[in-house]
Protein backbone atom coordinates (compact mmCIF):
# COMPACT_ATOMS: atom_id res chain seq x y z
CA UNK A 1 0.00 0.00 0.00
CA UNK A 2 1.26 3.17 -0.71
CA UNK A 3 1.37 6.01 1.77
CA UNK A 4 1.37 9.43 1.11
CA UNK A 5 4.21 11.37 2.69
CA UNK A 6 3.28 13.59 5.78
CA UNK A 7 2.25 16.26 6.72
CA UNK A 8 -0.65 15.98 3.74
CA UNK A 9 -1.68 18.90 1.87
CA UNK A 10 -4.48 18.20 -0.11
CA UNK A 11 -7.15 21.11 -1.93
CA UNK A 12 -10.59 20.99 -2.55
CA UNK A 13 -10.86 22.90 -6.02
CA UNK A 14 -14.33 23.79 -7.21
CA UNK A 15 -14.80 25.89 -10.29
CA UNK A 16 -17.79 27.98 -9.42
CA UNK A 17 -21.00 27.07 -11.31
CA UNK A 18 -23.22 29.16 -8.92
CA UNK A 19 -24.53 26.35 -6.54
CA UNK A 20 -22.66 23.65 -4.38
CA UNK A 21 -23.42 20.04 -5.35
CA UNK A 22 -23.55 17.69 -2.67
CA UNK A 23 -21.03 15.52 -4.92
CA UNK A 24 -18.50 18.33 -4.00
CA UNK A 25 -19.70 18.38 -0.93
CA UNK A 26 -18.44 14.56 -0.15
CA UNK A 27 -15.26 15.41 -2.15
CA UNK A 28 -14.47 18.53 -0.16
CA UNK A 29 -15.41 16.48 3.31
CA UNK A 30 -12.89 13.87 2.46
CA UNK A 31 -10.41 16.13 1.65
CA UNK A 32 -11.12 17.99 4.62
CA UNK A 33 -10.84 14.99 7.20
CA UNK A 34 -7.67 13.59 5.56
CA UNK A 35 -6.47 17.25 6.52
CA UNK A 36 -7.54 17.09 10.15
CA UNK A 37 -6.97 13.53 10.65
CA UNK A 38 -3.32 13.64 10.11
CA UNK A 39 -2.52 17.56 11.31
CA UNK A 40 -2.14 18.46 7.94
CA UNK A 41 -3.49 21.34 5.26
CA UNK A 42 -7.00 21.93 3.43
CA UNK A 43 -6.14 24.32 0.92
CA UNK A 44 -8.87 25.66 -0.88
CA UNK A 45 -8.41 26.82 -4.66
CA UNK A 46 -11.26 28.40 -6.75
CA UNK A 47 -10.62 27.26 -10.23
CA UNK A 48 -12.10 30.60 -11.90
CA UNK A 49 -10.55 30.67 -15.29
CA UNK A 50 -13.98 31.35 -16.44
CA UNK A 51 -13.58 34.78 -15.84
CA UNK A 52 -17.10 35.99 -17.46
CA UNK A 53 -18.75 35.47 -14.03
CA UNK A 54 -18.68 37.30 -10.59
CA UNK A 55 -15.60 35.98 -8.70
CA UNK A 56 -16.75 37.69 -5.25
CA UNK A 57 -20.03 36.34 -5.10
CA UNK A 58 -18.76 32.39 -6.02
CA UNK A 59 -16.52 32.60 -3.44
CA UNK A 60 -18.59 33.62 -0.62
CA UNK A 61 -20.95 30.99 -1.85
CA UNK A 62 -18.44 28.38 -1.87
CA UNK A 63 -16.91 29.67 1.44
CA UNK A 64 -20.24 29.66 3.33
CA UNK A 65 -21.74 26.65 1.71
CA UNK A 66 -17.97 24.44 3.08
CA UNK A 67 -18.37 26.76 6.31
CA UNK A 68 -22.38 24.98 6.66
CA UNK A 69 -20.66 21.47 6.29
CA UNK A 70 -18.10 22.48 9.18
CA UNK A 71 -15.24 23.14 6.80
CA UNK A 72 -14.70 26.41 8.59
CA UNK A 73 -12.25 29.09 7.73
CA UNK A 74 -11.05 30.23 10.78
CA UNK A 75 -9.58 26.52 11.68
CA UNK A 76 -5.72 26.34 11.53
CA UNK A 77 -5.88 23.28 9.01
CA UNK A 78 -8.28 25.76 6.37
CA UNK A 79 -5.72 28.06 3.75
CA UNK A 80 -7.10 30.11 1.23
CA UNK A 81 -8.97 30.64 -0.97
CA UNK A 82 -6.17 30.77 -3.83
CA UNK A 83 -7.62 31.67 -7.22
CA UNK A 84 -6.72 30.19 -10.32
CA UNK A 85 -7.03 33.03 -12.25
CA UNK A 86 -4.01 34.85 -10.29
CA UNK A 87 -1.61 32.49 -11.35
CA UNK A 88 -1.68 32.62 -15.13
CA UNK A 89 1.77 33.94 -15.19
CA UNK A 90 2.85 30.94 -13.78
CA UNK A 91 0.69 28.41 -16.16
CA UNK A 92 1.87 30.63 -18.91
CA UNK A 93 5.94 30.38 -18.00
CA UNK A 94 5.31 26.63 -17.08
CA UNK A 95 3.85 26.33 -21.22
CA UNK A 96 6.61 28.68 -22.20
CA UNK A 97 9.20 26.33 -20.18
CA UNK A 98 7.59 23.25 -21.88
CA UNK A 99 8.13 24.64 -25.00
CA UNK A 100 11.61 25.87 -24.96
CA UNK A 101 12.82 22.26 -23.45
CA UNK A 102 11.25 20.77 -26.45
CA UNK A 103 8.44 18.80 -24.50
CA UNK A 104 5.87 21.03 -26.38
CA UNK A 105 5.26 21.89 -29.78
CA UNK A 106 2.90 24.75 -32.01
CA UNK A 107 -0.08 23.07 -34.06
CA UNK A 108 -1.82 25.30 -36.41
CA UNK A 109 -4.45 22.09 -37.21
CA UNK A 110 -8.27 23.07 -37.10
CA UNK A 111 -10.04 20.54 -36.01
CA UNK A 112 -11.85 19.64 -38.88
CA UNK A 113 -8.22 18.99 -40.41
CA UNK A 114 -7.48 16.43 -37.34
CA UNK A 115 -11.05 14.51 -38.17
CA UNK A 116 -9.64 13.94 -41.33
CA UNK A 117 -5.79 13.14 -40.77
CA UNK A 118 -7.26 10.24 -38.47
CA UNK A 119 -10.48 9.81 -40.18
CA UNK A 120 -12.53 9.72 -36.78
CA UNK A 121 -13.74 12.91 -34.32
CA UNK A 122 -13.67 10.31 -31.26
CA UNK A 123 -9.88 9.61 -32.54
CA UNK A 124 -7.39 12.18 -30.54
CA UNK A 125 -4.73 14.33 -32.10
CA UNK A 126 -2.28 11.91 -34.64
CA UNK A 127 0.95 14.09 -33.93
CA UNK A 128 0.58 15.80 -37.93
CA UNK A 129 2.44 18.71 -36.34
CA UNK A 130 5.17 16.90 -34.26
CA UNK A 131 8.29 17.33 -36.80
CA UNK A 132 6.56 21.01 -38.48
CA UNK A 133 9.06 23.14 -36.41
CA UNK A 134 6.25 25.72 -36.56
CA UNK A 135 6.69 29.02 -33.65
CA UNK A 136 4.00 30.68 -31.88
CA UNK A 137 1.57 32.50 -33.77
CA UNK A 138 -2.20 33.76 -33.09
CA UNK A 139 -4.30 30.82 -33.73
CA UNK A 140 -1.34 27.82 -33.08
CA UNK A 141 -2.22 25.81 -30.00
CA UNK A 142 1.09 24.26 -27.59
CA UNK A 143 0.76 20.66 -27.88
CA UNK A 144 2.65 18.65 -25.31
CA UNK A 145 4.74 16.03 -26.84
CA UNK A 146 4.25 12.64 -24.76
CA UNK A 147 5.91 9.46 -24.93
CA UNK A 148 6.02 7.17 -27.50
CA UNK A 149 6.65 4.11 -25.33
CA UNK A 150 6.26 3.25 -22.13
CA UNK A 151 3.38 3.09 -19.31
CA UNK A 152 2.15 6.14 -17.11
CA UNK A 153 1.18 4.36 -13.85
CA UNK A 154 -1.03 6.29 -12.07
CA UNK A 155 -1.35 5.78 -8.38
CA UNK A 156 -4.38 6.00 -6.90
CA UNK A 157 -5.27 4.52 -3.40
CA UNK A 158 -9.00 3.73 -4.53
CA UNK A 159 -8.23 2.38 -8.01
CA UNK A 160 -5.07 0.23 -7.47
CA UNK A 161 -2.65 2.15 -10.16
CA UNK A 162 -4.14 1.49 -13.47
CA UNK A 163 -1.74 1.93 -16.27
CA UNK A 164 -2.60 3.96 -19.21
CA UNK A 165 0.20 3.16 -22.32
CA UNK A 166 1.54 6.84 -23.39
CA UNK A 167 1.29 5.82 -27.28
CA UNK A 168 -2.55 5.96 -26.59
CA UNK A 169 -1.85 9.17 -24.83
CA UNK A 170 -2.41 11.83 -27.23
CA UNK A 171 -0.44 14.82 -28.14
CA UNK A 172 -2.80 16.82 -25.91
CA UNK A 173 -2.60 20.97 -25.87
CA UNK A 174 -1.85 22.64 -22.94
CA UNK A 175 -2.41 26.50 -24.08
CA UNK A 176 -5.01 27.51 -26.61
CA UNK A 177 -4.89 29.54 -30.16
CA UNK A 178 -5.10 32.99 -27.98
CA UNK A 179 -2.01 31.83 -25.54
CA UNK A 180 -4.30 31.20 -22.48
CA UNK A 181 -3.09 27.75 -20.86
CA UNK A 182 -5.64 25.23 -20.43
CA UNK A 183 -7.40 23.92 -17.39
CA UNK A 184 -5.09 20.35 -17.90
CA UNK A 185 -1.86 22.43 -17.32
CA UNK A 186 -3.93 25.35 -14.70
CA UNK A 187 -4.44 22.73 -12.39
CA UNK A 188 -1.06 20.73 -12.59
CA UNK A 189 1.09 24.30 -11.89
CA UNK A 190 -1.35 25.28 -9.12
CA UNK A 191 -1.27 22.01 -7.30
CA UNK A 192 2.87 21.95 -7.86
CA UNK A 193 3.04 26.10 -6.62
CA UNK A 194 0.43 24.67 -3.56
CA UNK A 195 2.93 21.85 -2.98
CA UNK A 196 -0.28 19.49 -2.85
CA UNK A 197 1.06 16.05 -2.15
CA UNK A 198 -2.73 13.92 -2.60
CA UNK A 199 -5.23 14.47 -4.71
CA UNK A 200 -8.74 13.69 -3.77
CA UNK A 201 -11.28 14.24 -6.51
CA UNK A 202 -14.00 12.87 -8.31
CA UNK A 203 -13.51 10.34 -10.89
CA UNK A 204 -14.57 12.25 -13.85
CA UNK A 205 -11.15 13.31 -13.69
CA UNK A 206 -9.08 10.07 -13.57
CA UNK A 207 -8.81 10.08 -17.82
CA UNK A 208 -7.15 13.52 -17.41
CA UNK A 209 -4.89 11.89 -14.46
CA UNK A 210 -2.36 10.26 -16.61
CA UNK A 211 -1.67 13.69 -18.72
CA UNK A 212 -1.17 15.46 -15.34
CA UNK A 213 0.74 13.30 -14.12
CA UNK A 214 3.41 13.25 -17.76
CA UNK A 215 3.22 16.87 -16.99
CA UNK A 216 4.53 17.20 -13.49
CA UNK A 217 7.22 15.10 -14.44
CA UNK A 218 8.20 17.50 -17.07
CA UNK A 219 7.92 20.17 -14.83
CA UNK A 220 10.35 18.31 -12.77
CA UNK A 221 8.45 17.49 -9.98
CA UNK A 222 6.84 14.43 -8.28
CA UNK A 223 3.35 13.78 -9.11
CA UNK A 224 1.42 13.87 -5.86
CA UNK A 225 -0.74 10.33 -4.52
CA UNK A 226 -4.02 10.07 -6.72
CA UNK A 227 -7.73 9.36 -5.48
CA UNK A 228 -10.56 8.99 -7.67
CA UNK A 229 -13.78 9.31 -5.52
CA UNK A 230 -16.59 6.67 -7.30
CA UNK A 231 -19.32 8.93 -9.14
CA UNK A 232 -22.95 9.54 -7.49
CA UNK A 233 -25.89 7.85 -8.82
CA UNK A 234 -29.12 8.56 -8.43
CA UNK A 235 -32.19 5.64 -7.92
CA UNK A 236 -31.83 4.67 -11.61
CA UNK A 237 -28.49 4.55 -11.59
CA UNK A 238 -27.77 7.50 -13.95
CA UNK A 239 -25.28 9.83 -12.64
CA UNK A 240 -26.26 12.57 -10.45
CA UNK A 241 -27.18 15.90 -12.39
CA UNK A 242 -28.22 18.96 -11.92
CA UNK A 243 -30.92 19.17 -15.09
CA UNK A 244 -32.62 16.05 -13.39
CA UNK A 245 -31.80 15.53 -9.51
CA UNK A 246 -31.60 17.79 -6.67
CA UNK A 247 -28.20 18.62 -5.96
CA UNK A 248 -27.87 21.61 -4.56
CA UNK A 249 -26.41 21.16 -1.08
CA UNK A 250 -28.53 24.36 -0.05
CA UNK A 251 -31.71 22.76 -1.30
CA UNK A 252 -31.23 20.17 0.78
CA UNK A 253 -30.43 22.12 4.03
CA UNK A 254 -33.09 24.64 3.00
CA UNK A 255 -35.69 22.35 3.30
CA UNK A 256 -34.66 20.84 6.60
CA UNK A 257 -32.05 18.93 6.55
CA UNK A 258 -29.65 19.23 9.59
CA UNK A 259 -26.15 20.00 8.12
CA UNK A 260 -24.96 16.91 10.52
CA UNK A 261 -26.90 14.52 9.37
CA UNK A 262 -26.03 15.94 6.18
CA UNK A 263 -22.65 15.82 6.57
CA UNK A 264 -22.77 12.35 8.26
CA UNK A 265 -24.44 10.70 5.50
CA UNK A 266 -22.33 12.04 2.91
CA UNK A 267 -19.44 11.11 4.89
CA UNK A 268 -21.02 7.37 3.92
CA UNK A 269 -21.18 8.02 0.28
CA UNK A 270 -18.61 5.31 -0.82
CA UNK A 271 -17.01 4.71 2.55
CA UNK A 272 -18.29 3.36 6.07
CA UNK A 273 -16.53 2.58 9.35
CA UNK A 274 -15.15 -0.21 10.17
CA UNK A 275 -17.59 -1.22 12.90
CA UNK A 276 -20.70 -0.21 10.60
CA UNK A 277 -21.54 2.29 13.21
CA UNK A 278 -23.36 4.78 10.67
CA UNK A 279 -24.86 7.45 12.51
CA UNK A 280 -21.55 9.33 14.78
CA UNK A 281 -20.89 12.72 15.07
CA UNK A 282 -18.29 13.93 12.60
CA UNK A 283 -15.21 13.91 15.13
CA UNK A 284 -15.42 10.37 14.96
CA UNK A 285 -15.94 10.02 11.53
CA UNK A 286 -12.81 12.15 10.62
CA UNK A 287 -10.47 9.95 12.97
CA UNK A 288 -11.97 6.94 11.43
CA UNK A 289 -12.22 7.82 7.64
CA UNK A 290 -9.06 6.49 5.58
CA UNK A 291 -9.37 7.77 2.48
CA UNK A 292 -7.72 4.29 0.54
CA UNK A 293 -11.10 2.56 2.31
CA UNK A 294 -13.46 4.18 -0.01
CA UNK A 295 -15.15 1.61 -2.49
CA UNK A 296 -14.83 2.41 -6.28
CA UNK A 297 -18.26 1.74 -7.29
CA UNK A 298 -20.60 4.37 -7.78
CA UNK A 299 -22.31 5.46 -4.67
CA UNK A 300 -26.24 5.63 -5.06
CA UNK A 301 -27.04 9.42 -3.18
CA UNK A 302 -30.28 7.65 -1.08
CA UNK A 303 -32.33 10.48 -0.06
CA UNK A 304 -34.87 7.89 1.73
CA UNK A 305 -31.77 7.17 3.85
CA UNK A 306 -30.47 10.39 3.93
CA UNK A 307 -34.31 11.44 5.39
CA UNK A 308 -33.93 8.72 7.74
CA UNK A 309 -30.66 9.91 9.20
CA UNK A 310 -31.96 13.48 9.16
CA UNK A 311 -34.82 12.15 11.39
CA UNK A 312 -32.39 10.56 13.72
CA UNK A 313 -30.77 14.01 13.84
CA UNK A 314 -33.99 15.31 14.53
CA UNK A 315 -35.23 13.07 17.48
CA UNK A 316 -31.71 13.60 19.24
CA UNK A 317 -32.12 17.29 19.47
CA UNK A 318 -33.11 18.43 23.15
CA UNK A 319 -36.85 20.07 22.42
CA UNK A 320 -36.13 23.53 23.04
CA UNK A 321 -33.26 22.66 20.16
CA UNK A 322 -35.81 21.34 18.14
CA UNK A 323 -38.17 24.35 18.76
CA UNK A 324 -35.61 26.50 17.32
CA UNK A 325 -34.86 24.72 14.34
CA UNK A 326 -38.21 24.74 13.24
CA UNK A 327 -38.31 28.53 13.39
CA UNK A 328 -37.91 29.33 9.45
CA UNK A 329 -40.49 27.04 9.20
CA UNK A 330 -43.18 27.96 11.72
CA UNK A 331 -42.36 31.52 12.02
CA UNK A 332 -43.70 34.06 9.33
CA UNK A 333 -43.24 35.03 6.06
CA UNK A 334 -42.82 31.77 5.16
CA UNK A 335 -45.15 29.69 7.29
CA UNK A 336 -48.69 29.41 5.84
CA UNK A 337 -50.44 31.76 9.03
CA UNK A 338 -49.93 34.68 10.01
CA UNK A 339 -47.80 35.99 12.63
CA UNK A 340 -50.25 37.08 14.76
CA UNK A 341 -51.83 33.39 14.61
CA UNK A 342 -49.18 32.05 15.89
CA UNK A 343 -48.80 30.89 19.42
CA UNK A 344 -45.29 29.62 20.72
CA UNK A 345 -46.78 28.54 23.51
CA UNK A 346 -49.17 26.03 21.76
CA UNK A 347 -46.31 25.24 19.61
CA UNK A 348 -43.80 24.24 22.21
CA UNK A 349 -46.99 22.43 23.38
CA UNK A 350 -46.54 19.77 20.61
CA UNK A 351 -43.24 19.95 19.67
CA UNK A 352 -42.15 16.82 21.66
CA UNK A 353 -44.70 15.00 19.85
CA UNK A 354 -43.68 16.46 16.47
CA UNK A 355 -40.33 15.88 16.76
CA UNK A 356 -40.67 12.02 16.81
CA UNK A 357 -42.70 12.23 13.86
CA UNK A 358 -40.74 13.91 11.17
CA UNK A 359 -37.64 13.19 8.85
CA UNK A 360 -37.33 16.55 7.29
CA UNK A 361 -37.81 20.16 9.10
CA UNK A 362 -40.13 21.71 6.30
CA UNK A 363 -42.81 18.71 7.13
CA UNK A 364 -43.15 20.80 10.54
CA UNK A 365 -46.07 22.68 9.35
CA UNK A 366 -48.33 20.43 8.45
CA UNK A 367 -48.23 18.92 11.45
CA UNK A 368 -49.25 21.80 13.91
CA UNK A 369 -51.12 23.86 11.10
CA UNK A 370 -54.98 22.84 12.54
CA UNK A 371 -53.41 24.74 15.45
CA UNK A 372 -52.33 28.41 13.80
CA UNK A 373 -55.35 28.47 10.80
CA UNK A 374 -58.44 29.55 11.37
CA UNK A 375 -60.14 26.26 9.44
CA UNK A 376 -57.91 22.92 9.47
CA UNK A 377 -56.32 22.73 5.78
CA UNK A 378 -58.80 19.79 4.21
CA UNK A 379 -57.05 17.00 2.32
CA UNK A 380 -59.88 15.82 0.71
CA UNK A 381 -58.96 12.19 0.29
CA UNK A 382 -58.72 12.48 4.28
CA UNK A 383 -62.30 13.51 4.11
CA UNK A 384 -63.85 10.80 2.48
CA UNK A 385 -61.81 8.35 3.90
CA UNK A 386 -63.42 9.28 7.19
CA UNK A 387 -66.76 10.82 6.96
CA UNK A 388 -68.88 7.56 6.00
CA UNK A 389 -71.90 7.09 7.13
CA UNK A 390 -72.89 7.25 11.00
CA UNK A 391 -69.89 9.39 10.74
CA UNK A 392 -72.46 12.25 11.50
CA UNK A 393 -74.11 10.68 14.26
CA UNK A 394 -70.59 9.57 16.05
CA UNK A 395 -69.60 13.16 15.78
CA UNK A 396 -73.13 15.05 16.75
CA UNK A 397 -72.24 12.30 20.20
CA UNK A 398 -68.73 12.83 20.48
CA UNK A 399 -69.84 17.12 20.33
CA UNK A 400 -72.18 16.84 23.20
CA UNK A 401 -69.74 14.65 25.95
CA UNK A 402 -66.72 17.32 24.87
CA UNK A 403 -69.08 20.11 25.51
CA UNK A 404 -68.91 19.37 28.94
CA UNK A 405 -65.90 17.13 30.28
CA UNK A 406 -63.04 18.14 31.60
CA UNK A 407 -60.20 19.35 28.98
CA UNK A 408 -57.44 17.32 29.46
CA UNK A 409 -55.83 14.61 27.64
CA UNK A 410 -56.84 11.48 30.18
CA UNK A 411 -60.75 12.80 29.95
CA UNK A 412 -60.51 13.40 26.38
CA UNK A 413 -59.76 9.60 25.98
CA UNK A 414 -61.97 8.28 27.69
CA UNK A 415 -65.31 10.59 26.08
CA UNK A 416 -63.74 9.67 22.86
CA UNK A 417 -63.70 5.89 24.58
CA UNK A 418 -66.95 6.46 25.34
CA UNK A 419 -68.63 7.92 22.34
CA UNK A 420 -66.68 4.49 20.17
CA UNK A 421 -68.85 2.62 22.79
CA UNK A 422 -71.86 3.94 21.71
CA UNK A 423 -71.72 2.51 18.24
CA UNK A 424 -69.78 -0.40 18.93
CA UNK A 425 -66.73 0.72 17.36
CA UNK A 426 -62.69 0.19 18.40
CA UNK A 427 -61.70 3.70 19.59
CA UNK A 428 -59.00 3.96 16.45
CA UNK A 429 -62.41 4.34 14.19
CA UNK A 430 -64.10 6.58 15.98
CA UNK A 431 -61.18 8.67 16.43
CA UNK A 432 -61.11 9.43 12.50
CA UNK A 433 -63.94 11.52 12.08
CA UNK A 434 -62.84 13.20 14.93
CA UNK A 435 -59.24 14.10 13.69
CA UNK A 436 -60.31 15.19 9.77
CA UNK A 437 -63.19 17.17 11.21
CA UNK A 438 -60.17 19.25 13.64
CA UNK A 439 -57.13 18.64 11.29
CA UNK A 440 -58.43 17.98 8.23
CA UNK A 441 -56.01 15.37 7.70
CA UNK A 442 -56.38 11.25 9.05
CA UNK A 443 -52.58 11.46 10.01
CA UNK A 444 -51.35 13.73 12.66
CA UNK A 445 -50.12 14.41 15.86
CA UNK A 446 -51.69 12.05 18.87
CA UNK A 447 -55.58 12.92 18.90
CA UNK A 448 -56.08 13.65 22.50
CA UNK A 449 -52.89 16.06 23.04
CA UNK A 450 -53.58 17.32 20.20
CA UNK A 451 -57.72 18.29 21.02
CA UNK A 452 -55.86 19.67 24.95
CA UNK A 453 -53.76 22.32 22.90
CA UNK A 454 -56.70 22.96 20.58
CA UNK A 455 -58.76 24.12 23.43
CA UNK A 456 -63.13 23.25 24.05
CA UNK A 457 -63.73 26.35 21.92
CA UNK A 458 -62.28 25.43 18.66
CA UNK A 459 -63.30 21.99 18.51
CA UNK A 460 -66.95 22.36 19.00
CA UNK A 461 -67.03 25.15 16.76
CA UNK A 462 -65.27 23.11 14.20
CA UNK A 463 -66.73 20.04 14.88
CA UNK A 464 -70.15 22.06 14.36
CA UNK A 465 -68.75 22.79 10.77
CA UNK A 466 -68.15 19.12 9.96
CA UNK A 467 -71.60 18.43 11.02
CA UNK A 468 -73.01 21.11 9.13
CA UNK A 469 -71.84 20.03 5.52
CA UNK A 470 -72.56 16.11 6.19
CA UNK A 471 -76.23 17.34 6.95
N1 LIG B 1 -12.10 22.40 -10.90
C1 LIG B 1 -12.34 21.02 -11.12
C2 LIG B 1 -13.81 20.72 -10.95
O1 LIG B 1 -14.52 21.48 -10.31
C3 LIG B 1 -11.62 20.17 -10.10
C4 LIG B 1 -10.35 19.69 -10.60
C5 LIG B 1 -9.60 18.86 -9.61
O2 LIG B 1 -10.10 18.60 -8.51
O3 LIG B 1 -8.48 18.53 -9.94
O4 LIG B 1 -14.27 19.74 -11.48
Redesign the pocket.
Known sequence: MTVAPSPVRV?F???PTGMFHVG?AR?ALYNWATARQRGGTFVLRI?DTDAARNREEWTEGIISALASIGISKADPAFEGPSFQSQNETRHREAAAGLYAAGLAYYCDCTREQVTEHTGSQQLGYDGFCRERGLGFEAGRALRFRTPDEGVTVVVDLIRGNPQFPNAAIEDFAIARGNGSPV?LLA?VVD?LDEGITQ?I??E??LSNTPKQQLLWRALGAEPPVWAHLPVIVNEKRQKLSKRRDKVALEDYLAEGYLPEAVVNYLMLLGWGPKDDVEIRPYAELEQLFRVEDVNGSSAFFDIKKLASFNGEYIRALPVDEFVAACAPWISSPRAPWSAEAFDPAQFAAVAGLAQTRISVLSEITAYVDFLFLDEPVRDEVSWAKAMKEGSADLLREARRRLAETVWETAPLKAVLEETAAVFGLKLGKAQAPVRVALTGRTVGLPLFESLEVLGRERTLVRLDKALAELA
Open positions: RAPSGSEFNDVRGEH
